[in-house]
């Protein structure tokens, strides 16, 4: 294989090489080793997490009138991507570079073919994981949707290239073509795919497009888990008494079919233990790729050092779980879950939305920032990200709100607000949810104990008017209401209706776009 039709010339190409094949090549460059687990891992450099304000959608007749444009899609313009690529693929000419051909949707209406071209084996090594896998007969006629170039030794000029930073990602929708430089993240490839889908399937496809994980019970129920970061969505999603569709991303098709985008894993390692995240912990293996670890003795991940980052990450074939659904497609959804950190401690471990309450809360994508996870927060800080995945949406977030909407009712889905945060008082004070209450409260929504129980099991929190439950099997009553678990009703409604405030404040710029049911899902103000 030549690359000289990208404009990149003389490089000695590896294509679609082995696990096997690219592991003995990081390892022998020193820029991996393996641990004991027989799993490799690596150090990102730079940048161990994403960086959203150096990503970039070209402006042109495609996107022009489409693109919800600000400070989540930043507009770039055509002449000087075609010159910064032009630059970039210079750069590539002579080197040995790493191509992939994969693709993603596992259901074949929605197929996209993607190649990837790599200056790094490991960034290969990701997109093998997490990318769906072609068999060898069909590597001679792959034919390319889209391209993506990823070299992250590449700096921009800022001054020249017109871009903010050395770092940059940029999508254009008129050649098909993604280009990343400047950043060794491996999460900036899966992205940026992401934010493709995103843009074409809900335009042309009638396809919602999800940041979501799901997973399916043996009676054939799906069941849909959004989420941001360190909310659980990866976590609650590997349950071992369900098969899992997917951890991350999926769509919604108009024949009511939920299908993974991914044919892989990327989960958070942090404080990561076998007895708590089974499924996890054991994928961890030879064929997994550790992020920004750190090692000890006899190669052994210590993953409650965080020494590099928080966002200590693992990337593995879905099939390094166990139980899987095959193909990666449920049914129509029965139940789905907004999963939410509240470090403040005030919104139930569990409550029932209405479809006003469904789309507010959607459209909004609340969960908290605490110490640590960000450079500067000490405090808690509420955190908003529209359709719990704001980065990665091109269009409006009423567009994808409208649809889920749409489905809803179309399906009778019943939507819960799950809290994974805290209890008892704010971050600092009070204690993090734990994990077998949620599994417990999950599992009784799941199974139709609390959809079908009596009304009177049900009380509205009197600041975001959420149905919570008095009663759950497996949980103590006096987890159910945050309320009592403060012990000071005063402190307890301040910070309440404080958070309420945080919601309609973020919530201004979407009122312009959103008609009176969803506004109906608003929490109340301070009295």
Known sequence: MNLDKYGIKNSLVNHQLSVDEIQKIIVSNKQGQIVNSGALAINTGKFTGRSPKDRYVVRDTITEKLVWWGDV???????????????????????????????????????????TICELPSSDFFTNNMFLRIKKD???SFKEDWLLINAPNFLANPKIDKTRSENFSIINFST????????????????????????????????????CSSN?????????????????????????????????????SEDNKIFN????????????????????????????LLENVIIGKNKKVDYSDTSITQNTRVSYPIHHINNIKSPSVGDNPTNIFFLTAD????????????????????????????AGTEAGVIDPEPSFSACFGAPFMPLHPTKYA??????????????????????????????RMELKYTRAMINSAMNGELENANK???????????????????????????????????????????????????????????????????PNSKK
């Open 176 to 211: 098909k073509v993604i280009i990343i430089g400047g950043t060794g993240y491996t999460g900036e490839i899966k992205k940026a795919i992401f934010s493709i889908l995103n843009f074409m399937l809900p335009i042309y496809k009638n396809v919602l497009p999800m940041h």
């Open 343 to 370: 470090a403040f401690g005030v919104l139930p471990p569990i409550s029932k939305l209405n479809p006003s309450q469904a789309a507010y809360h959607f459209i909004s994508g609340y969960t908290s920032k605490v």
């Open 456 to 522: 009177d099991n049900y009380h509205i929190h009197s600041v975001f008017n959420l149905m919570q439950p008095r009663i759950c099997p497996n949980v103590p009553t006096s987890v159910l209401s945050p309320r009592k678990t403060w012990n000071n009703d005063t402190k307890f409604y301040r910070i309440a209706y404080d958070l309420a405030d945080s919601f309609k404040k973020n919530f201004e710029k979407f009122e312009s776009s959103s008609n009176e049911e969803i506004m109906r899902g608003a």
């Open 261 to 288: 985008f991914e044919g892989g894993c990327y989960a958070k390692v942090i404080n990561l233990n076998k007895e708590n995240e089974p499924d996890i912990f054991n994928a961890i293996k030879s064929g997994a």
């Open 73 to 115: 899609n930043i507009g770039f313009n055509d002449t000087s991507f075609d010159s910064l690529y032009k630059k970039l693929t210079d750069y590539l000419s002579n080197k040995d570079l790493y191509v992939r051909d994969n693709y993603v949707c596992s259901l074949d209406d929605y197929r996209v073919n993607i190649r």
């Open 402 to 431: 409208e649809m889920l909407i749409n489905k809803m009712k179309q399906n009778n889905v019943t939507v819960w607000l799950v809290n994974t945060g805290w209890t008892g008082g704010s971050y600092g004070i009070g204690k």
């Open 138 to 140: 069909q590597i001679s």
């Open 216 to 252: 399916v019970g043996i009676d054939g129920d799906t069941s849909i888990f959004f989420g941001l970061s360190g909310t659980g969505k990866t976590t609650l999603s590997a349950d071992p008494n369900r098969k899992l569709i997917g951890d991350d991303e999926h769509g919604w």
